[in-house]
């Protein structure tokens, strides 16, 4: 059955938020341990190296688990690719010129274009856009406790 309405946000990052809703918390939700999974490594490169690049700092916020292996290989390897196609774009143009004569736009535009969509909802999921970092209060969990831990501790605030 289709979900109505907007995509449910994980209760860690309502915390880190500081809980703009004021609405009660999932205190049922699972709360995987705050450990990023080891990179795959049938990853690319690329992929691999954004993995270490932006991993750990998940991690110390609390946002990124074990569990989120598949999501975050997702991410990190839309992003190997479009910054593959982006490469070429650069080197070689937006537009070459077929053998019959016709001009024609390189088929790396749509791929850059495909692989920034997919990336920029992984984006959204780990808090790695702008707006989803202004709304995250990253000094409560950085240090390494739990993020719920941290919202009962101040008593709901």
Request: glycine fraction near 8%; include cysteine.
């Amino acid at each position: 059955m289709a979900q109505r309405g907007r995509k449910p946000i994980p209760t860690a990052i309502k915390v880190l938020e500081g809980n703009p809703g004021k609405r009660p918390l999932n205190t049922k939700e699972p709360k995987p341990k705050s450990k990023a999974p080891k990179c795959p490594p049938w990853l690319e490169i690329e992929a691999k190296k954004e993995w270490r690049r932006v991993a750990k700092q998940l991690e110390q916020l609390g946002i990124l688990t074990e569990v989120d292996m598949a999501a975050f290989s997702g991410y990190c390897q839309a992003y190997a690719r479009w910054k593959e196609a982006e490469e070429f774009i650069s080197k070689h143009g937006t537009i070459v010129k077929t053998p019959s004569g016709y001009w024609q736009q390189v088929p790396q535009i749509s791929i850059a274009s495909n692989y920034l969509k997919i990336m920029s909802r992984f984006c959204e999921q780990f808090g790695l856009t702008p707006s989803a970092r202004s709304r995250i209060v990253a000094d409560k969990a950085v240090d390494g406790d739990d993020p719920m831990e941290l919202m009962l501790m101040m008593g709901g605030k």
